[in-house]
């Protein structure tokens, strides 16, 4: 797997949003405004949930590698 891409934070939302993997809805469980956009991997938007830290994404190998940066930035 690449190293991520990043895009505007806003396109990959609606992106996400148009193609059913988020919903604009604050009462569903894949509601936008509860995920942060973590980068695009092999072109695929990867988001993380702010309160479970559960990912949507492209496989759980990118969730791995994101967690790993996420530590690191905590050194």
């Given at each position: 797997?690449?190293?991520p891409?990043?895009?505007d934070s806003?396109q990959?939302?609606?992106?996400a949003?148009?193609?059913g993997?988020?919903?604009s809805?604050?009462?569903?469980?894949?509601?936008?405004?509860?995920?942060?956009?973590?980068?695009?991997w092999?072109g695929?938007d990867t988001?993380?949930?702010?309160?479970?830290?559960?990912?949507i994404g492209p496989s759980a190998?990118a969730e791995?590698i994101?967690?790993?940066l996420?530590?690191a930035?905590?050194?």
């Amino acid at each position: 797997m690449n190293a991520p891409t990043f895009k505007d934070s806003g396109q990959a939302f609606q992106e996400a949003i148009d193609a059913g993997r988020l919903s604009s809805d604050p009462k569903d469980t894949n509601y936008a405004g509860n995920y942060m956009y973590m980068g695009t991997w092999d072109g695929v938007d990867t988001f993380k949930n702010i309160d479970t830290r559960e990912y949507i994404g492209p496989s759980a190998k990118a969730e791995a590698i994101v967690d790993a940066l996420d530590q690191a930035q905590n050194l």
